[in-house]
């Protein structure tokens, strides 16, 4: 009786060890888990702070790199002028909370590998940009050029694929009217495929002349950088009243 007492014990012992074995595996596998689940999750950016629901907007600096863009009879380069004033428009914005996504920020033009041309390249890049973050407002800086001298003022274009790029461009160009050109009777314009970029945009987008190259006062004004600040803070107070309302 003894020994088959001390058997059913030294039973019982071992299926506690086995089972005990097994919860212990259970758990080491269940902990080693978790960890490669950990390491194949994307890491939160620790500068970049959460703002749920907060508009992002991308500024297009035209131009760049080996593309020049139009020229003034003084030498002044469109590329340069599209980037400091979308700088300074980048600025406004991220200080007003906004999130910006630059397509450039320094001198250089946009690859796209397969492209039959570095510019056509260019092109197709800002455009993936722009459809790559569909919950973004596409705001493009150029300068504008004509064979008359005599032109001059602030140029609208809005994309046709969003019903929401020609109100954006509506609300920027009375922002030109009522704080720097009340003369300014440009119309808005729609895009057709000769703008490449605004053609195959699918989100709100809008393209902003800032100026004619063409016009000697115009482009002197473009050459300061007081002037040129000016233009950026219509543009982004602008958009920013704007999404205010919209919002």
Known sequence: MILLTECATKRAVWYAAKYFFFLLLLICAAVLLY????????QPDPQAAYNPGRQKIIVDAGHGGGDGGAVSASGLLEKELNLELSLALRDMLCAAGYDVIMTRSDDSMLTWEGAPSAKSGDLRARTEIANANPD???????MNKFPSESVRGVQLYYSPNHLESRSIAS??????????????ERPLKEAGSNIYVLDRIRSPA???ECGFLSNAGEAAMLS?????QALALVISSSLLDYLDKAG
């Open 35 to 42: 960890g490669v689940f950990q390491l194949i999750q994307p």
């Open 136 to 142: 973004a407002l596409f705001v493009s800086i150029h």
């Open 171 to 184: 609300a920027i160009r009375d922002g030109v009217r009522a704080q720097l050109q009340p003369w300014n």
């Open 206 to 208: 809008v393209l902003v």
């Open 224 to 228: 300061r950088a007081e002037y040129r």
